[in-house]
């Protein structure tokens, strides 16, 4: 790998902007109190049901409203604030918390009350994800943007590793604890996100037609290194997404309990934020290309480990350099996606990202619970990391343009 090592001061760039920091820490607040309710309604179902087709059920719920108002929700974000936009969604999952804490207080014999507010959740999270990236590449001058997206990815993977060991102890206390935790954390990022000062964006103002409207699927569709990066991530992660299955392994392969999930969710960020910390420093300055797609298919080779294994501390190592891995692709697509696309229309062409994004994870997600109860946890794992690397070497092949990139600064 090609990387140059970088001054302390070049190492923190992106927090010498004061907006990119309060932006930071309300990512993190945010993303800690998602998998709060991430670990707690996995359990949560799969005690009520111990069927893992409903865990499954619980991304699919949770994508479709970024499917269905893709159209909407990119729009949105390049014509209206995307800092409110943002803030309003963070208070509507706030709300969303509190409900389920209200549903588990009065007893529930049935996962479908869970999946209504996923559902309300989920569509919150559509409108979140492209105001939220597009703010963010607002928010710092281009000769900074690699290290935010590091910085950035870092915040989202330490909160993926204490967010769910905090849930899973939360869990273990109790899950109305889980749930009012998430609620407030949520609110607070929210008045976080409204301090951030109003940054410069250029509007979208053409009057809304069809055409506007599908002008990210347009311009993804004719920049064929963007259209690789985001469907190289749609597919590998929907074979090889073996999330929703976690607390299938804690319980019954692993032999461990709410605080053992909370450990399996937190590796993967581990070993992400390890990678994250180290690009900040280390940023890739050639061979992007090839990078991403070796890392791509390092996950699915990753996904096959753990699928395969039987031992807490094997799993947990698998686990972490599935994080790892995919850490390197992260940053390559991101900063390709952000970079390459013209400030006009990223609000849409991160909506339709965001859509990818929720494919390979939620559909993903929806993919091995449904694969689990035909064939088998583990076949339904392993079958999906080798779907992964097949992923990689076929992009390859099919996408020259994007295994040839060989630097992250944009089209110049």
Known sequence: MTSLQTSPEQRYAAFRHKAFLSYWTARFLTTFATMIVSVAVGWQVYDLTRDPFDLG??????????????????VVADRFGRRLIMALSTVIEGICALILLVLTLRGLASPLPIFAVLAMFGTARAFFGPASSSLFANLVPPEDFGNAIAWNSSAWQTATIVGPVAGGLLYGVSPEVAYAVAAILMLAAALLIFTIPRPAQRTATDKPSMETLFAGFRYIWSEKIVLGAISLDLFAVLLSGASALLPVYARDILQLGPWGLGL????????????????????????????????????GASTVLFGLSTLTWLSIVALALLGATDMFSVYIRETLIQLWTPDEVRGRVNAVNQVFVGASNEVGEFRAGTMAALIGTVPAVVIGGVGAIAVAGLWAYLFPQLRKVRHLDGRN
Request: with cysteine; aromatic share 8%.
């Open 264 to 299: 399996l969710r937190s590796a993967p960020g581990i070993g992400a934020i390890c990678v994250a910390v180290w690009l900040a420093g280390h940023p890739i300055r050639n061979h992007a290309g090839v990078i991403m797609l070796g890392f791509v298919a390092a996950f």
């Open 57 to 74: 059920i619980v991304g699919i719920v949770q994508f479709l409203p970024s499917l269905l108002l893709v159209l909407v929700t990119g």
